[in-house]
């Protein structure tokens, strides 16, 4: 069984920053691609960044890039979601989601795909 724990979340003035973790209990963590996801009020859950499971492959939602920058330490069991230059539009619930795909390094974007999911953290942005 996987447990994802997110952290970081808060309120933030727009063009401010923040850093999200998400720490991940979990035997292999090396073999799981994780992802970050978003869900604002009244929206569905959208894709915001994944990065495979070595960390080699990135890849973020037009809306963010250039702005968050995703990350992971293999030695910690955390992935990081760096949260620069943030926008009102950028208020939401922060999901962090798992994949197991070892030995692949698949990015999976689709929420469906993901099985393991944490319970979240509030960015709000304020304008």
């Known amino acids: 069984q996987v447990q994802l724990v997110e952290s970081g979340g808060g309120l933030v003035q727009a063009g401010g920053s923040l850093k999200l973790s998400c720490a991940a209990s979990v035997g292999t963590f090396s073999a799981y691609a994780m992802g970050w996801f978003r869900q604002a009020p009244g929206k569905e859950r959208e894709f915001v960044a994944v990065?495979?499971?070595?960390?080699?492959?990135?890849e973020y939602a037009d809306p963010v890039k250039g702005r968050f920058t995703i990350s992971r330490d293999n030695a910690k069991n955390t992935v990081y979601l760096e949260m620069n230059n943030l926008k009102a539009e950028d208020t939401a619930v922060y999901y962090c989601a798992a994949k197991f795909v070892f030995p692949s390094s698949q990015t999976p974007r689709s929420s469906i795909e993901y099985r393991y999911w944490g319970l979240g953290t509030q960015v709000t942005v304020s304008s």
């Open positions: 990065i495979s499971r070595t960390g080699s492959t990135m």
